[in-house]
Every structure is written in structure tokens, then in C-alpha cells.
């Protein structure tokens, strides 16, 4: 007899997690605005992973991509070596679980190399939905939905930065995906959900470290 998953929700049932892929279809619950799947990531795509940020300097590569042709995408476009195929074989899983979940025909691909904060004040996207993964490097903080003032986002803050505007009220409940984890953010965008995005925001990145960021949106 299969086991049921054990999902793991924070204390206002705003996010969920598990090491089970299929957690990301409980994006689908009113009450949910952030879905993990923990996962490890292979050897091989780590590997890569590494090799990259240290043979490549800054670069993005932004495309809406038919569901179909990720794979191809990926092998034109990043440097050969040893493990690209099983990144690419991953971001082609990735993009085809997206698709589906939201019956997409085409994703939005962005895959960056960084070594600056993206994104560093926390906020929320106005979309609907976006699918987020670091190979490499810190992953993006969140915050849980107990510990988040939203009269503090964007002006709100007045100015100020995260450390001293009040949109959260200790640092010790900022949270952060672990490398490999893939999260599904919910935006202002998704209907009924205009006003209680997930708040999050990109690490940050002290000297000489680097990311690799995955993020996919709706490419229809």
C-alpha cells in the first residue's frame, strides 16, 4: 500500500512542502501561496552547476520556448561539458511539469548566472504564478505569512531597508530554499490572490559568490 505524503504546511497553511513533486499541485488551494519540493540534486548537475559559474562570466538566457524544444534550447545554449545533458534533461522536466500543471503550450525560460542581488527588497510579482530553482548558490528567501507587515511593501517602506522598515519582525523567520528546491510562488496575479502574493526576495550574495537561477512563467 503507497504511504500518504507527509505535507508540511507553515503555521497559517500558506505554504506547503514535501519531497514529493506532486506537492506543487496544491498551488491549486485557495489558502496556499507557495509550494517546495525538496529535492537533491544529482551529481552530475552540480557539477555542472560549479564548472559553469567558474568557466562563464554573467550571462542571462531569456526565451518563450515551446514546451517541446527546452531540451534543444538549453544544449545550443550553454557551453558543452560533462553533465549539460542531465541539466537539461532536469529544466526539460521542470518546464513540462509547469506546462502541464497550468496547461501552458509554452513556458518563459530565464536561466541567469549572477553574482548581484537580483532582486534584493522583499516583495511580491504581480503574475500569476512563477516556478523558481537555484543549481547553484543561495536560494531565494521568503517570508512566512505570520511574520510579514504588507503596509511595509515597496513605498510603504518609506524609504528604508528590509533590516529597519518593519516588514518583518526578526530576521530569525526569514526562510530560504536549500539549493535544488523548486518553488512555486503565487502573485498578485492569480485570481482571488490580488492582495497576498508570497513575499520573498533574492539572497544576499557576499564577494565572489555566484548563483544559477532558473525561474519559469506563463509563456501563452
Known sequence: MNSIPIIKYDDFGSCCKDDKPTILAEIYQ???????????????MTDYADWLLKNTSNRELRIIVER??????????LPAHSGLAALADDINLLAKMFADLFDLKRVGLRLSILDRNMCPRF?????PCRLVTTYAGSGTQWLPEYDVDRSKLGQGSGGLPDTTSG???HSNNIQQFSTGDVGLL???????NETKGIVH????IVT???RLLLTLDFGD
Open 30 to 44: 485557495d489558502s496556499i501561496n507557495l509550494c517546495i519540493w525538496q529535492r537533491q540534486l544529482t551529481k552530475s
Open 68 to 77: 517541446h524544444d527546452v531540451i534543444a534550447v538549453i544544449l545550443n545554449a
Open 123 to 127: 516583495h511580491t510579482d504581480n503574475l
Open 167 to 169: 516588514i518583518y519582525s
Open 186 to 192: 503565487k502573485g498578485t496575479g492569480w485570481l482571488g
Open 201 to 204: 526576495r533574492s539572497p544576499e
Open 208 to 210: 565572489g559568490e555566484r
